[in-house]
């Protein structure tokens, strides 16, 4: 066999050993519930970004962020989590969420319609991301193994900003 034709053949082993690394990891067992709730979060990005945008709002609000950390950090000492858990994971989450935002706020500044109608409440869907907030917390705990890889491709199909979908599994770490 020539040297062209041996260093083809280990580039291309390279390419494949390569490539079967960037397969993404299936979700194991368990970990499904924990990923839907965080779907079921980032899709609500929509309609807060929506009720934000009616009211002149900024996307971030850093009272409001402290004090959902705050009361996520007590829930989860409740539940025997190390803080420095439950805040890297609830971050990544409002994160997320804020990316979408912008992300439906900078459709919206470019010409593309928002939903027809009155916007909902924001105080609603602040009840109903605390509540989806506390069930996510009581999933994590049964999830930290759950490959951020994994996560994400599952939670791309949801959102319209890409990255997303990345911060969002990036709150994923093992205890």
């Known amino acids: 066999m020539g ?6 053949l280990a580039a ?9 690394g960037c397969a993404t990891p299936a979700l194991p067992p368990g970990s499904e519930a924990v990923v839907g709730l965080m779907a079921e979060r ?3 990005a929509q309609d807060v970004a929506w009720a934000k945008s009616a009211d002149g709002l900024p996307v971030r609000d850093p009272d409001r962020e402290k004090m959902v950390l705050a009361k ?8 025997d989590i190390e803080e420095v ?14 990316l979408e935002q912008e992300a439906w706020m900078k459709r919206w500044r470019e010409g593309i319609p928002q939903p027809p109608g009155d916007p909902p409440a924001l105080a609603d869907l602040r009840l109903r991301l605390d509540r989806l907030s506390a069930m996510l917390l009581a999933e ?4 930290w193994d759950t490959p951020p890889a994994a996560a994400a491709a599952k939670l791309r199909s949801v959102v319209i900003d890409p990255r997303s979908a990345s911060v969002a599994a990036s709150g994923f770490v093992s205890p």
């Open 3 to 8: 040297r062209g034709r041996i260093v083809l």
């Open 12 to 20: 291309l082993q390279a390419l494949v050993l390569m490539l079967s």
């Open 42 to 44: 980032l899709a609500l």
């Open 72 to 79: 996520l950090a007590r829930q989860g000492a409740m539940a």
């Open 85 to 98: 858990l439950v805040i890297h994971f609830a971050k990544a989450q409002i994160e997320a969420s804020c």
């Open 140 to 143: 994590y705990v049964g999830a």
